[in-house]
């Protein structure tokens, strides 16, 4: 394969995954310039190894794999600017026209990290349990137990939610 092949094939797959590497990025940290750099630092790493990449079907799971290390090596980097009180409004995401919306996230965001991020990589990202055991470091069927448990929880929540509203 020539270079240009490979900058071409590099630069399809840039296009093609960018944003869903920004919104798995921005769920990861909350922070818009944050997820940037972390989509631009994964996008850097991959073009390194690009040439490793054995099958191009699989280059999602293997840039979304980079994305999660390369947010695991900020923090071991140094460790995260406390907020200060207020935030600057440019930062904040987009408001949901819905209270459904906000209380769904509020449900998604009680769930242990080991249910919810499976969880947001299938929902979000649109992966197979198989995939998404490669990016977490696990096997299959230990996804497909975290997304059971998770769906089990999310009934629950909402399940209580539903009894709360009901009884104000």
């Known amino acids: 394969m020539s270079a ?3 900058t071409g094939e590099f630069e399809q797959v840039v296009r093609a995954y960018s944003a869903d590497l920004y919104r798995y990025a921005y769920w990861l940290c909350r922070n818009r310039h944050q997820a ?3 989509v631009q630092e994964a996008f850097a790493r991959a073009w390194k190894g690009w040439a490793d990449l054995r099958e191009a079907a699989l280059a999602k799971a293997w840039l979304i794999a980079i994305l999660r290390n390369e947010h695991a090596r900020s923090f071991s980097r140094k ?3 406390l907020a200060s009180g207020e935030a600057d409004e440019s930062e904040l995401p987009p408001v949901p026209s819905f209270e459904a919306g906000i209380e769904t996230a509020q449900i998604v965001n009680r769930l242990p990290a080991a249910y919810r991020e499976p969880l947001v ?3 979000l990202g649109g992966f197979s349990c ?3 055991a490669g990016i977490i ?3 299959a069927g ?3 137990t975290r997304l059971t448990r998770a769906r089990q929880a999310l009934r629950e929540q909402y399940t209580e939610a539903g009894k709360r509203r009901v009884s104000k």
């Open 130 to 132: 198989s995939e998404i």
């Open 142 to 144: 230990a996804v497909m």
């Open 121 to 123: 990589l299938q929902v």
């Open 79 to 81: 460790r995260p600017e």
């Open 4 to 6: 240009g092949d490979k």
């Open 137 to 139: 470091g696990t096997s």
């Open 36 to 38: 940037e750099d972390l």
